[in-house]
Nanobody
Framework: QVQLVESGGGLVQAGGSLRLSCAAS????????MGWFRQAPGKEREFVAV????????YYADSVKGRFTISRDNAKNTVSLQMNSLKPEDTAVYYC?????????????????WGQGTQVTVSS
């Protein structure tokens, strides 16, 4: 059974940092894109960042570019999101996701597996 389990969410003041982690199990994800999405209250879930399976440093939503860094460890089947200079508008439930390495990596419809989500709250 495939599972993605997020950890690391919490409450932080604006300007602070958090690191989210996602542990994947049940299959090998070396040819899968691993990404993060988020959903704020009353809003649709949106793309945050992805590390595609072919390598590279990652792709980011404009709203987080320069502040967030995504990393993955294929040997450990993990993906992490380092979030710096957090803003109140970053408040959301953050989801880890994995999808086969085809199609648009920013499209959540291309992700087959999802974690349960972890809450990030940034106070002003």
């Amino acid at each position: 059974q495939v599972q993605l389990v997020e950890s690391g969410g919490g409450l932080v003041q604006a300007g602070g940092s958090l690191r989210l982690s996602c542990a994947a199990s049940g299959r090998t994800f070396t040819t899968y894109n691993m990404g993060w999405f988020r959903q704020a209250p009353g809003k649709e879930r949106e793309f945050v960042a992805v590390r595609v399976w072919t390598g590279g440093s990652g792709y980011y939503a404009d709203s987080v570019k320069g502040r967030f860094t995504i990393s993955r460890d294929n040997a450990k089947n993990t993906v992490s999101l380092q979030m710096n200079s957090l803003k109140p508008e970053d408040t959301a439930v953050y989801y880890c996701a994995a999808g086969p390495g085809v199609g648009r990596w920013f499209d959540q419809g291309n992700y087959d597996y999802w974690g349960q989500g972890t809450q990030v709250t940034v106070s002003s």
